[in-house]
Structure formats: C-alpha cells, structure tokens
Nanobody, 124 residues
C-alpha cells in the first residue's frame, strides 16, 4: 500500500494551496478517495471525498465553496485545491482510499488505506 501526499506548506490567510496524493494503481484502482485533516489538539475530521469516476463529490460544510477535490485516474492521483485559506485550516492533511468505488462518506471507517499526511499551516 502506497499513498504519498504532497503540496503542504506555509501560506498566508486568503492564499491557496493544492495538495496531491499519489497511489499505486493497485491501492486506489476503482475506489473512492478522500481527504481528512487533524488540527493540533483536535480530532481527525473529514474534508472531502470523490468517487472513483469523479461524478460524486462530498465536502465538509466548513470547506464548501473554498476547496475542490478532483482526481486523475490515469495518474493515480487525487487533488485537493484549497482556496481562501484561513488559520482554522491549519492541520495535517491525510488522503485515504475508500472501501468501494462510492465510499464518499465522512466517516473514517469508510476508508481502508491512509497516507502519511502533509502539513498545511495558514498564518494570519
């Protein structure tokens, strides 16, 4: 199982970042993909998910209208475009592989594989 997240960094409030999560074809083929995050001192929370063909997307209320999830199955990569970032978005972001092609739910139990995380820090 290989999930490699990248794209994190330090950005000022109002700025943008794009995260990427690349997996082996065997790891993510035909499965939904999701992003979660864990802020300092807080529980892990759902951010967004996309079905394996990309036709179904699910977002947490806190990121709707600011974040966009997409995927490129030819590259075995899922992206998270994050715009209008604010300090409350500071967290380690994790990508995950769903159990099924349509596992776009917000529960961590819907996902079977997890990446190592990439840190996003938003300064005020």
């Amino acid at each position: 199982v290989q999930l490699q997240a990248s794209g994190g960094g330090l950005v000022q409030a109002g700025g943008s970042l794009r995260l990427a999560c690349t997996s082996s074809a065997r790891t993510s083929s035909n499965n939904a993909m999701g992003w979660f995050r864990r802020a300092p001192g807080k529980e892990r929370e759902f951010v967004a998910a996309v079905s394996w063909r990309g036709e179904t997307k699910n977002y947490a209320d806190s990121v709707k209208g600011r974040f966009a999830i997409s995927r490129d199955n030819a590259k075995n990569t899922v992206y998270l475009q994050m715009n209008s970032l604010n300090p409350e978005d500071t967290a380690v972001y994790y990508c995950a592989v769903g159990f099924t092609p349509y596992s776009t739910g917000s529960s961590p139990g819907s996902y079977k594989y997890w990446g190592q995380g990439t840190l996003v820090t938003v300064s005020s």
